[in-house]
């Protein structure tokens, strides 16, 4: 086989450097690295923990920043081409990242779907499908769910997802790591057959290194630095062993005694010119509108596969208005009967007026209470119903943004979940208040600041699982804003002016209470309340204003850091 140095190569990195941080903490994990490698070939990078495999192999997908050098692949910056052609790079992580409860078909229809032009006839995609799939030899697993699959077939669906974009550069972070070694072997068979019979440029980072003479070239690093580049059998004849085990320990050997010979700080003058930019058949993946329609259709069936989810959306829309009712229950019926006239005179007895101011404050307590425990009750399930919806499925969102998924139709996607899920639970909420407790007021007008509210606080905490690296953490912190929602509304508590002046903007709970009292103004609960409260209680219309503005303002926080996740996937 000819040398990198004789080839026009696919990849091509000339005197790369990565570091990490400043001061002292700055530490330097790749060190003037430099080398070709050709078309069709299958490339494994080696060397002990910690030698920069990993960062090189991030580094070659355009995931890793660089501080110095450059990469090439097919003559294309390697960013240039991540943004204008992003199928023609397929990368894999150690671990797949996949949606669990979908079976192994429905993965690839979605994968095709999501990256195939929708100018491709249906047809044209279930030859390529089925062609993917004998490629990768998992038809027996089509109808097993993700979940069902054992390690080694897992890494067979992750890889066939990215065949489906037909990447010319397949670069892949430890695939074979905890396989058993017969599955091992049969996967670097593959890969082999897939660099030379499939015309793509495989590059492999593995601990395993039993199957390295299936490779046409081996890459040795030992503390950032290049070794070696050459054959298997060629490695092993430079250092003058019959083990690559040998070889790391020489190295280590090596490090211990600061005698780094061997080591070239300055291979450029063994690469050969930079190649030229050429054409890569691969196209641009399908309109965000396209995307949406298939994130749609994914997200409603992953939800009705949820069932644990689904249980929980439940329990919370039946018991939430049921406590509602029992606090309502005793109550409401003296409120209905109070009367509003206090005319103090000289006739009227002591007694009779303590009880009604009694009663009076009674009342407005309890409508005041009940109007906010509706809202409280409800931004907690729209809590439930965004902190999770991003962090849950960060991998996914990763590796599909890399493939050329467009952030807008996600958030979207996840937006209008939560429009589905608030619609249902504020009209449950509001229909049964009205009808179990006879709570007055228009039922339009109640639904309305009720399903806003419930939408304006999921859309906050879909921000908030956009920043999140957790689910638990989104859903700790999305706890904690709900948590805060009650003492800072100013509904149970009066707030010093200055703290309710700058807290109320941001407090759903203030605009949905106030909101939802706006809707008993021509009854008496409400003047009951004004005449016990010194709290402002804004417009309806203001109040519906501030909660869409929430809204909106929870989905471009959520669309920003998703484009954030696109930039630097």
């Known amino acids: 086989m000819d040398t990198p140095a004789q080839l026009d190569a696919a990849v091509y990195i000339e005197n790369l450097s990565v570091s990490v941080g400043r001061g002292n903490d700055h530490k330097l994990l790749l060190r003037n690295i430099s080398l070709a490698v050709p078309e069709r070939s299958f490339l494994a990078i080696v060397g002990a923990s910690g030698c920069g495999k990993s ?18 692949l097919a003559g294309h910056p390697v960013g240039t081409l991540r943004q204008q052609l992003p199928l023609a790079v397929g990368y894999l992580p150690q671990f797949g990242a996949f949606h669990p409860d979908l079976t192994v078909v429905e993965i690839l229809d979605y994968a095709m779907s999501l990256r195939l032009p929708s100018s491709v006839p249906r047809t044209t995609r279930d030859q390529w499908c089925e062609h993917v799939i004998d490629l990768a030899r998992i038809r027996p697993l089509l109808h097993q769910k993700y979940r069902t699959l054992s390690g080694g077939q897992m890494r067979r669906i992750a890889l066939a997802e990215e065949l ?29 057959e897939l660099a030379h019979g499939m015309n793509k440029t495989v590059v492999l980072v593995t601990h395993a290194v ?49 005698d780094f010979v061997g080591f070239d700080h300055d291979r450029s003058g063994e690469l050969p010119p930079a190649p030229a930019p050429r054409s890569l058949n691969t196209a641009p993946p399908p309109g965000s509108l396209s995307q949406l329609a298939t994130l749609v ?57 303590l009880a009604y101011l009694k009663e009076s404050f009674a009342a407005a307590s309890l409508v005041s209470g009940l109007a906010m425990f509706q809202v409280i009750l409800l931004t907690l399930m729209g809590a ?32 209008l979940l939560l429009v589905g899920l608030s619609l249902a639970q504020a009209f449950w909420m509001t229909w049964f208040v009205k009808t179990v407790c006879g709570f007055p007021g228009a039922f339009s007008s109640q639904f309305e600041i009720l399903f806003v509210v419930t939408l ?99 989905a471009l926080v959520a669309w920003i850091f998703v484009a954030r996740t696109s930039l630097r996937r």
């Open 384 to 415: 439930n119903n965004g902190a999770r919806e991003i962090a849950k499925e960060r991998d996914v969102l990763e590796k599909e943004l890399r493939a050329g998924l467009s952030p807008w139709s996600y958030v979207t996607t996840k937006m």
């Open 297 to 353: 259709r994914r997200q409603f069936l992953l939800l009705g596969r949820d069932r644990a989810q689904l249980w929980l959306h439940l329990a919370l829309l039946i018991t939430f208005p049921l406590l509602v009712a029992i606090f309502a229950t005793k109550g409401l019926p003296q409120v209905r009967t109070l009367s509003l006239n206090i005319e103090p005179n000289i006739v009227q007895s002591l007694a009779e007026n």
């Open 210 to 258: 039993s199957n390295l003479r299936l490779c046409d070239s081996v890459v040795l690093l030992h503390e950032g630095r290049l070794c070696f580049q050459g054959t298997y059998d060629d490695l092993l004849r430079a250092h003058d062993t019959e083990s690559i085990e040998a070889v790391y320990g020489a190295y280590q050997n090596a490090s211990a005694t600061g």
């Open 456 to 554: 304006a606080m999921s859309s906050v905490c879909l921000a908030i699982s956009s920043v999140s690296k957790s689910p638990e953490r989104a859903s700790l912190l999305a706890i904690y804003l709900v948590g805060l929602q009650l003492p800072l509304s100013g509904a149970v508590l009066a707030l010093p002016e200055i703290v309710s002046t700058f807290c109320r903007p941001f407090i759903a709970a203030y605009w949905g209470w106030s909101g939802y009292l706006k809707t008993l103004a021509a009854f008496r609960h409400y003047d009951i309340v004004r005449q016990s409260t010194d709290t402002y209680i804004a417009d309806f219309d203001q109040s519906l204003l501030l909660l869409i503005l929430h809204t909106l303002v929870g």
């Open 55 to 72: 960062t090189l192999i991030r580094a070659l997908a355009g995931i890793q920043p660089v501080s110095a050098g450059r990469i090439l």
């Open 164 to 192: 489906i974009g037909d990447p010319a550069f397949l670069l892949l972070d430890e695939v074979t790591s905890g396989l058993d070694p017969y599955s091992e072997h049969e996967l670097m068979v593959w890969l082999k």
